[in-house]
């Protein structure tokens, strides 16, 4: 996997053994560079997260600029697509971070820290942007690429700085 991405697919816990999303890297849709994450859900079928995630040592205090791209392509709601109490209806594709710091069990963040807009429908590449400053106590922030829906989501040239 290109620098660390893993794949968050929670699936496990709502669908039977063995069903599962298309997550993979390819080559056919990319923004630079070799490849891109892909997602893909085709069902009408809930389920709960579908992310590519790496989990980065950040600095209390300290200012970060996200940037990242995605595309999307037929990305709407699903029958209970959602992450859990209190997210939104299932039907975008996002970046999305949760702050953690190992020393406490109330991890990770609630809510999450969206690092750009919530996109559905079908685009071009679109650049996504945040900047924001890691709260006091918080070494830890899990970065995810998520898709919550179903449809088909590419990520690609992610940089935290």
């Known amino acids: 996997n290109p620098r660390g991405w893993l794949k968050g697919d929670l699936l496990t816990e709502t669908l039977p053994a063995g069903v599962r999303a298309d997550m993979t ?13 892909q997602i893909t859900w085709p069902s009408n079928a809930g389920h ?6 790496q989990t980065l040592s950040v600095k209390p205090g300290k200012t970060y ?7 999307v392509q037929g990305v709407k709601g699903c029958t209970e697509c959602n992450s859990g109490p209190g997210t939104p209806e299932g039907a ?7 702050y953690s710091n190992p020393s406490t069990s ?13 996109v559905s429908g079908t685009t071009g590449w679109l650049e996504e942007k945040q900047t924001f400053t890691v ?6 922030l899990q970065l995810e690429a998520r898709l919550d829906g179903r ?8 940089s935290l700085n």
Do not use: C, M
């Open 25 to 37: 890297f390819t080559t056919s849709q990319k923004y630079s560079g070799n490849s891109s994450g």
């Open 48 to 53: 709960l997260s579908l992310f590519w995630f």
């Open 65 to 71: 600029h996200f940037t990242g791209w995605i595309k």
């Open 92 to 98: 975008t594709a996002v970046y999305e971070g949760a």
């Open 106 to 118: 109330l991890n990770p963040s609630v809510p999450a820290l969206l690092l750009g807009q919530r």
């Open 135 to 140: 709260p006091a106590g918080v070494t830890q």
């Open 151 to 158: 449809g088909t989501v590419y990520f690609d040239d992610v």
